[in-house]
């Protein structure tokens, strides 16, 4: 269309047309740069610290009348003490994650031009300095500076706990009473609450794990914690008391028990009584009894050791992960290929699998050494994965049958748990096999997967920072099982309580107490610490090829049978009618066509898509449809494998650069409103006819994304939109469907992921439609008048 309008018009119009492109071009970057989320992060933390970022803007906001208190880190990042103490600060973080309903952290980079006037404006002269804001404080407070702080975070943790103390009137309702305890005091507790349990822990008065412990137990329900002190002789004759500290459980009634803890330290107090029956996080259900999830008809529970891993959790993971999130790119080029190469070289390598899958990963591996160039369809991978040469006792089993991996819901754990549990498995079986040159191959392979194809672009995210903070100072293959294992608890820790969490399965540092005692330890402070030796023991026997258990995978023969079958029916498909098309062959290319189209316009824009989403009817396309999508569908952007891409910033990002191919048809589409609305219920059309491909129907799960807004992380949610088969079996498979797999909207107080997308974007085209106009026209006139003149 450019070239049209081009050729048709003057010398003006064609440099108009150049500098409105240009223009445009221009403010589309600054569009998707506005869009992507903290795509320049400077400083010293990142979104993945637990630290909130101060800045003038939010100040207001974070600082004033919080119903927290706030501890601020000023610092310069060019400061060399300051890059010394982040990590200490970040590991605090962690350490008191639990505490932030009562006590925050916040940080913000004195350094960067637009925070230095107002840094000086908290009397702020050194880096790095801390400055407590109590809960409450007014516009004019400049918050009081924690002095004489070294790198030792459980000191700093100590001093957090005086300056809470110091609340007088005003004190942090999510905060509990930190105070000593008396017996009268306790009694007067079974009378006017109902705790179900009541933990006392007696200390010396220097002691600051009763106050710890309390706080670490504050965001959950059905236990109050308080400290007794030693110097309190009623309760301590009264039980009997002669260990400090010590942790009992008190009962209305008089009746208690001693709590059993490995050692008398606070992390291990706050571990056992976050696990008790009962006790839940605040807004989150119990956890689903076994019964209930035995008795599930629609997905039979499978009983397993929570000890153990099992193969059927980790072809699961190959499955989907090479099926489903590498067939999300049609096309696989650059660094998305070297990814795919390394991670399937890996792999090939170190994967345990049984002989059929090894066949399998192998042929894969070298049909993609083999290929010369940087960019490979995905439909002939998919010829490979699927053995289309049918080489014998070669084979990937189709579907997921999650078993350490089940989730108490649909949309809980499984992929995930099993990406977590491949990688574990990898590293081990490369660390044991001795034979690598390089310590971080599996890692390296692990990142680059990751960032490329795992869908879940926010964990891509926290998990890059991860890497590009430490991954460099893994130098042995041990060192890199550790890693990831130690890597791993950053995010248990990070996720403990999110919308992602199965109150079934609590996210804790792993492993627990009970599984590994002795890889818990205390540090001189009494705090946790573990004991790397016995760590670095514990996870080669955990994740070893040979413990790992084979119960609920397929029969080989069935798996090869049922490949044959589907080698069959694809090849009788695809055979040539020698005889006119009858009518159900015209169709069957119709449908082919329209996926090729389909998938097109699930780059040019989600728009449509989320139309259909949100109950727009099917209608028939129209010829109109034709002009929204006369773009060129590009080079190998092959019929559409029925898949979303698994994330909202993938597509956005995708969508946008792809469109600017052609800024002047673009802009024409925006224009014209119609064709967005013909783009739309074509496309319902598609997604209906696409869904006749679908191989296994049935609940699968696609990552979200994690709402920072308050909302937590999302997690995973179940594919229902493009599960949904066509108009006629859309009702049996609601019925299908878990009632519970509609969380999504509850929970998340109707910002679907749909919602959400679908805001964005229509934001986006709407500004960018507006912006083309306002250059294109002022260009126009400009041009015009001049023009007119001489
Ligand atoms: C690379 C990556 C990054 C992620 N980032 C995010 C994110 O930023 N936000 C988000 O919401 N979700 C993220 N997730 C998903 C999240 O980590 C969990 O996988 C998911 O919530 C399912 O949790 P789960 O309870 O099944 O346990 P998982 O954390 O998936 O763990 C699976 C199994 O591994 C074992 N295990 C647990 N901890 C360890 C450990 N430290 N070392 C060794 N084994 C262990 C346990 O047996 C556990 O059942 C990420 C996943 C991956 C693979
Ligand atoms: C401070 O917050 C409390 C509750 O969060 C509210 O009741 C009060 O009006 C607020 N005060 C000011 C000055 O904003
Ligand atoms: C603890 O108790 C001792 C005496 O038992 C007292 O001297 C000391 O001041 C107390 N310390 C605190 C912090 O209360
Ligand atoms: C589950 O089934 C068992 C026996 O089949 C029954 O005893 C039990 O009550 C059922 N539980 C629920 C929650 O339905
Ligand atoms: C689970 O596995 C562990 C470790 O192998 C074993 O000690 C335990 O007995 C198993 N539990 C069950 C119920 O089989």
Request: with cysteine; glycine share 6%.
């Amino acid at each position: 269309m450019a070239q049209r309008c081009g050729r048709a018009t003057s010398r003006f119009a064609a440099q108009t047309r150049s500098r409105l492109r240009r223009s445009a071009a221009s403010a589309l970057c600054l569009c998707f740069y506005l869009l992507l989320p903290s795509a320049a992060e400077a400083g010293l933390y990142t979104a993945s610290d637990q630290i909130q970022p101060l800045t003038p803007e939010n100040a207001g906001a974070l600082l004033v009348n919080s119903t927290a208190a706030i501890v601020v880190e000023f610092y310069a990042s060019w400061c060399g003490h300051c890059v010394a103490f982040a990590p200490v600060y970040k590991e605090l973080a962690r350490d008191i994650k639990e505490w932030k309903p009562a006590l925050d952290l916040a940080a913000i980079d004195c350094a960067a031009k637009d925070n230095r006037r107002f840094c000086s404006s908290y009397g702020i002269t050194g880096y790095p300095s801390l400055k407590f804001f109590h809960a409450f404080s007014q516009a004019s407070s400049t918050g009081r500076f924690i002095r004489g702080f070294h790198h030792d975070f459980s000191a700093i943790r100590q001093k957090l706990i005086d300056k809470l103390e110091t609340h007088k009137d005003l004190w942090p309702p999510a905060c509990p009473p930190l105070e000593p305890t008396s017996q009268a005091e306790v009694d007067r507790l079974f009378e006017t609450n109902s705790v179900q349990h009541l933990a006392l822990i007696f200390e010396k008065n220097t002691s600051y794990i009763g106050r710890e412990v309390t706080l670490d137990l504050l965001q959950f329900e059905n236990i109050a914690v308080r400290r007794v002190l030693s110097t309190e002789k009623d309760l301590v004759t009264l039980l009997g008391v002669t260990d400090f500290p010590s942790c009992y459980l008190y009962y209305p009634g008089g009746t208690f028990t001693r709590l059993q803890v490995n050692l008398e330290a606070r992390t291990f107090y706050s571990s056992a009584l976050q696990r008790l029956p009962g006790v839940v996080r605040s807004g989150k259900p119990p956890p689903v009894s076994l019964d209930v999830l035995a008795n599930n008809t629609k997905e039979p529970w499978r009983p397993f050791n929570s000890s153990r891993v099992y193969m059927a959790d980790l072809e699961s993971a190959l499955h989907y992960s090479l099926r489903v999130e590498v067939a999300a790119h049609p096309v696989i080029r650059k660094d998305a290929l070297t990814s795919l190469k390394k991670y399937v070289a890996v792999l090939a390598k170190y994967f345990p699998g049984r002989p059929v899958v090894m066949n399998l990963l192998r042929s894969v591996d070298r049909w993609l050494q083999s290929q010369p160039g940087d960019e490979i369809q995905y439909e002939a991978l998919e010829g490979i994965l699927d053995n289309s040469a049918q080489t014998p006792n070669t084979a990937l089993p189709e579907g997921e049958t999650w078993v350490g991996c089940q989730g108490s819901q649909p949309h809980l754990r499984r992929y995930p748990c099993g990406v977590w549990t491949l990688f574990h498995v990898l590293t081990v079986v490369q660390s044991s096999s001795g034979g690598s040159t390089d310590p971080r191959e599996v890692l390296g392979a692990m990142r680059g997967y990751v960032r490329s194809f795992f869908g879940c672009r926010h964990c891509a995210e926290h998990f890059e920072n991860m890497a590009r903070e430490s991954m460099v100072g893994v130098r042995t293959a041990p060192a890199a099982a550790a890693w990831l294992w130690s890597r791993h608890n950053v995010v248990n820790n990070r996720l403990a309580g999110a919308l992602s969490e199965d109150p079934n399965f609590p996210k804790i540092q792993w492993p627990s107490p009970e599984m590994c005692p002795s890889c818990h330890t205390v540090d001189a402070n009494g705090d946790h610490k573990w004991n790397d030796k016995e760590v670095l023991r514990f996870l080669p026997s955990y994740f070893s090829a040979s413990g790992i258990l084979t119960d609920y995978l397929e029969d080989e023969s069935k798996v090869l049978e049922k490949q044959r079958l589907k080698h069959a029916a694809r090849k009788a498909r695809d055979a040539p009618d020698p005889v006119a098309p009858t009518p159900s062959s015209v169709q069957g290319e119709e449908e082919d066509e329209e996926e090729e189209l389909q998938d097109e316009e699930e780059e040019a824009g989600e728009g449509g898509a989320d139309a259909g989403e949100m109950g727009a009817e099917p209608s028939e396309p129209t010829p109109w449809d034709q002009p929204a999508m006369d773009l060129d569908p590009g080079p190998g952007r092959g019929r559409g494998r029925g898949l979303r891409r698994p994330s909202i910033v993938g597509m956005r990002l995708r969508g946008v650069q792809e469109d600017i191919v052609d800024l002047d048809s673009f802009v024409n589409q925006l224009y014209n409103a119609k064709a967005l609305r013909l783009a739309a219920s074509s496309r319902v059309k598609q997604r209906s006819l696409q869904r006749k491909e679908e191989r296994e129907p049935g609940p699968r799960l696609r990552l979200g994304m994690e709402l920072d807004a308050g909302l937590g992380m999302v997690g995973l949610q179940p594919m229902e939109a493009d599960y949904e088969p066509d108009a006629q079996k859309r009702e049996a498979f609601a019925e299908e469907l878990d009632p519970r797999g509609r969380w999504m909207s509850v929970l998340s107080i109707g910002f679907s992921r749909v919602d959400i997308s679908l805001c964005v974007i229509l934001y986006a085209l709407s500004s960018m439609c507006l912006l083309a106009m306002y250059l294109f026209f002022k260009n126009r006139f400009r041009l015009r008048r001049k023009a007119v003149l001489p």
